[in-house]
């Protein structure tokens, strides 16, 4: 019997590197020389193709590529209610070999989701292009909020409603989720994606170093991060399934957090409630497999194709390493994609559309011979 109920057996991250279609309407919007409609337009026609790509190379649940976006992250948060877009001296934390534009948020009053929350509209168009084919959505993970805003900075101050009150502002950010989830579950969503970067770095052991030099908590910090995606699970109807993707950075093919997840793996694999983990193991950055002892029920996607660089992963090799991993959770939930997507900012990693199409392609291939149900 054919693996029906995401994540699938060949699954990915989900965004894919903008055509140049995109790429020049959203400039000449930027500079205000087309309309808002226009580049929507642009938008739906280039997201149409995209899926029409993503079928005929063998995915079972299709994205927008999150072409609307220039940011995996900001343009969702930013929208948001009670926190505010805003100009920096530099990028919130530093990549092996770039920076993307420096850009974050804050925030200013009370964090909440309304469904004018232009990520609404976005569902709505992509299940419409998408058809019968289900729709996998991607939204950063609520955690993020709260690490971008009072973690990373060195110079947080909270407003009056959550100074000294970080359960409150993360009671108040998990319920803003929740608000999201319904929103789109009635406008047809089966399968949620949240996107972290978080958890990559309380992996990495300079990173927890210059946390706790600083007097921060990192096992608080984690609680409150797993509460908040566990109150989203008790929220979340049950024929939806919700996914976390953990990511050490992806921005032009490089990356700002290295680590295993055995600093987490108790807490997170052991106490978080979320359907399926999306695992970063492309590299020895992330680290053995030992730490996935700690997995209860979910499912868990290997992410051993990168999409960093365009060579071919030896299939060989991937199949020795999916065995390896079975060790520690059974091959039925086991699960093989990207490492991370292609582009999570619209700059893209360094690799070409076809070398992207042959990642997913290899990708397809080997869980079409690994697993009988694909």
């Known amino acids: 019997m054919a693996h029906i109920k995401p994540p699938f057996r060949a699954d990915h991250v989900g965004s894919f590197l903008r055509p140049a279609a995109i790429v020049s309407a959203r400039a000449l919007y930027a500079k205000n020389l087309i309309s808002r409609e226009e580049l929507t337009a642009v938008e739906d026609k280039e997201i149409a193709a995209l899926i029409q790509a993503q079928k005929a190379h063998g995915l079972k649940a299709v994205t927008d590529g999150e072409f609307r976006r220039a940011f995996w992250h900001l343009d969702f948060l930013a929208a948001l209610d009670g926190i505010e877009h805003i100009k920096a001296e530099a990028w919130s934390v530093k990549f092996k070999d770039a920076n993307p534009k420096a850009e974050t948020i804050r925030i200013i ?74 929103a789109l579950y009635a406008r047809g969503c089966r399968y949620l994606q949240l996107d972290d970067t978080s958890w990559g770095e309380f992996c990495s052991a300079e ?46 093919s ?10 987490v793996a ?42 960093k660089t365009p060579e071919l992963e030896p299939e060989a090799a991937i199949k020795e390493r999916i065995a390896e991993a079975s060790q520690y959770v059974p091959l039925e939930h086991l699960c093989l994609s990207t490492q991370c997507g292609f582009a999570s900012t619209e700059e893209g990693n360094n690799l070409t559309a076809e070398q992207q199409w042959a990642k997913i392609d290899l990708v ?8 009988t149900d694909c």
């Open 109 to 182: 009053s009370k964090v909440d989701f309304s469904e004018s929350h232009p990520f609404v509209e976005h569902f709505e168009r992509l299940q419409k292009l998408a058809g019968e084919t289900m729709v996998k959505f991607t939204i950063p993970s609520p955690s993020m909020l709260h690490l971008i805003c009072c973690v990373r900075p060195e110079n947080y101050e909270p407003i009056e409603r959550y100074a000294g009150k970080d359960e409150e502002l993360c009671a108040d950010i998990a319920a803003a989720y929740v608000k999201c989830v319904k």
């Open 207 to 252: 990173k927890r170093e210059k946390y706790q030099a600083r007097g921060i908590d990192l096992e608080r910090i984690a609680d409150l991060y797993i509460s908040m995606i566990n109150t989203i699970m008790a929220a979340k109807p049950e024929d939806m399934t919700i996914c976390m993707h953990i990511c050490r950075g992806n921005f032009r």
């Open 254 to 263: 490089t990356w700002f957090s290295s680590g295993g997840y055995a600093p």
């Open 266 to 307: 108790e807490k997170l694999f052991g106490g978080c409630h979320i359907d399926g983990f999306f695992l970063e193991y492309d590299s020895d950055r992330a680290g053995d497999f030992k730490p996935l002892a700690h997995i209860k029920d979910q499912t868990v996607v290997l992410g051993l194709i990168t999409s």
């Open 364 to 371: 397809v291939k080997i869980a079409s011979e690994i697993w």
